[in-house]
């Protein structure tokens, strides 16, 4: 059924709920996305093909084909609610590929699609920019790693890699323990004055008829939320370097989150 709905404020009206229940958790999150884009502009150019990974309702798909019209994206999620917002909201636009793989399994890249304009069976070219948000802190370490590993090989030489998450010091844990107490003062209070959090969104999709089938599907796939680790800005470069990128470094952050850049 969430195929069949061609109605564009349909869509819209879930990306924006879907926005402003993130940026309840990231007031930066909007920043975060520019910084990324800088930097693919910087390193890609402005017309780059781009692997939106853990993509969601495809946050930053919207904001790289805004802001740079002649990028391609392809976006990998295993959730299908939020991947049937993103497949509504970008139906009918050529520039936009949606795949279903869990980024878990090690061979979920050969789920994407292949290049069609050289010859068959010609090696993948390798994306400019691999660009991730508020969705790889979902693994345990061990399994970030194997990740890296093989998107490492998916980006171009010269092309980017980059992860926006949670990314706490662990040299800092008082300051750490602060941060998060402020800012989830400042969450209470925006909640108590209607801001709707995780949970209310989940109860909000499911009661929406074209939602609900693949919300119900999306919970056996995940449970509320799947475990797994926030680990610093220090082991993602680490870990970047071994999986082989050139260079890595942090090139934006927050008191909570980084951007974490790795270049091939
Ligand atoms: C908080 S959302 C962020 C989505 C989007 N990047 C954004 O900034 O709005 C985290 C995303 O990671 C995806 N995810 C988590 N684990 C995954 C896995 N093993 N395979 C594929 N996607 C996964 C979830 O389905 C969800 O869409």
Not at 32 to 38: G, I, T
Not at 83 to 93: C, E, Q, T, V, W
Not at 177 to 187: G, K, L, T, V
Request: aromatic share 8%; proline share 8%.
């Amino acid at each position: 059924m969430a195929d069949t709905v061609t109605d564009t404020h349909y869509w819209q009206n879930w990306q924006d709920s879907w926005d402003r229940q993130q940026e309840w958790y990231l007031p930066d999150r909007e920043e975060r996305f520019r910084v990324m884009l800088d930097m693919v502009e910087a390193l890609a150019g402005p017309a780059p093909r781009v692997l939106d990974l853990a993509c969601g309702t495809g946050s930053i798909t919207d904001r790289l084909l805004k802001r740079f019209p002649e990028a391609t994206s392809t976006g990998v999620d295993l959730d299908p609610a939020l991947l049937a917002i993103a497949r509504g909201h970008f139906a009918g636009d050529g520039r936009v590929t949606f795949v279903t793989a869990d980024l878990k399994d090690p061979h979920w890249p050969a789920a994407l699609p292949r290049e069609t304009d050289g010859p068959a069976g010609a090696p993948h070219p390798g994306y400019d920019a691999i660009l991730t948000a508020t969705a790889l802190h979902w693994l345990p370490a061990a399994d970030l790693a194997a990740l890296y590993r093989r998107l490492a090989p998916l980006v171009r030489p010269g092309g980017v890699f980059m992860n926006a998450d949670h990314m706490p010091d662990p040299a800092t844990p008082r300051l750490n323990a602060a941060e998060h107490a402020h800012r989830h003062a400042a969450m209470d209070r925006a909640r108590a004055a209607g801001a709707v959090d995780w949970d209310r969104w989940w109860e909000l999709a499911a009661a929406d008829p074209v939602l609900a089938g693949p919300v119900e599907r999306r919970f056996e796939i995940y449970g509320e939320h799947a475990e797994g680790e926030t680990p610093s800005e220090a082991w993602h470069v680490a870990t970047l370097l071994d999986a082989g990128f050139a260079e890595a470094r942090t090139v934006w952050r927050s008191p909570s989150d980084g951007l974490v850049l790795g270049l091939k």
